[in-house]
Structures are given as C-alpha cells and as structure tokens.
C-alpha cells in the first residue's frame, strides 16, 4: 500500500491504510475489555473494506486481454480475493494483525 501511495498518489492507499489500523486499534481495544464484535458490527467493517477496494477499482481499471496490469491494480485484486482472510482479526482475536512473531519465531533457525 505504501509503495502505490508513493507512486501513484492516490488517497485510496492511504485510505486503506487508516481503515486497516484503525481496525486493529478497535480488534486491539475490544480484546483487551473482552468484548466480541456483533455479526453487524463486522459486516458494517467488510462493508468500509470493499468500499475502499471498490473506490480504487474504479480509479484504476484493469486493462482488458493479457497485457500486463498495474501494480495497484494487482494489488487491488488481491484484496478483492483475500478479503475475508485480511478481515479475519475482526471476527476471531485469536487471529493476530500481523505474523512478525511467527516470523521471528522461524528466522532464526533458517539462518543456521
């Protein structure tokens, strides 16, 4: 997101960006107060998300035939495809908002 913000400029990354922070400051709040979020409550959060990615499908049509897409616009498809797996924190906290930890875990032993 970061890298098609640079390069293209358009406030759709940015606005995921802040949309999938802010969900995790909620997810972060609400697990910490042990609260669950309603069936609404994460359907109202997949309807921002494909607001968002519908917004920047728009603004960046996909090129009809095999020719090349854009970076933005493949990065766009890949939300669309994996919503419900980026979205996952929402509905079950066990599901973390990154897997640094798992990373970290792994990293050391690939080394040696």
Request: aromatic share 8%; charged share 30%.
């Amino acid at each position: 997101m970061l890298y098609a913000k640079e390069t293209t400029g358009q406030p759709r990354a940015q606005a995921m960006s802040d949309f999938l922070l802010n969900t995790n400051k909620l997810c972060e709040a609400a697990r910490e107060r042990q609260i669950v979020f309603s069936a609404d409550n994460v359907r109202a959060c997949r309807t921002g998300y494909d607001d968002i990615v519908r917004e920047g499908e728009r603004a960046n049509p996909a090129a009809s035939g095999r020719v090349k897409q854009s970076t933005t616009v493949n990065l766009l498809r890949r939300f669309r495809q994996y919503g419900d797996a980026v979205l996952r924190l929402v509905g079950d906290f066990a599901v973390p908002f990154t897997n640094n930890t798992d990373e970290r875990a792994v990293r050391m032993p690939k080394v040696k």
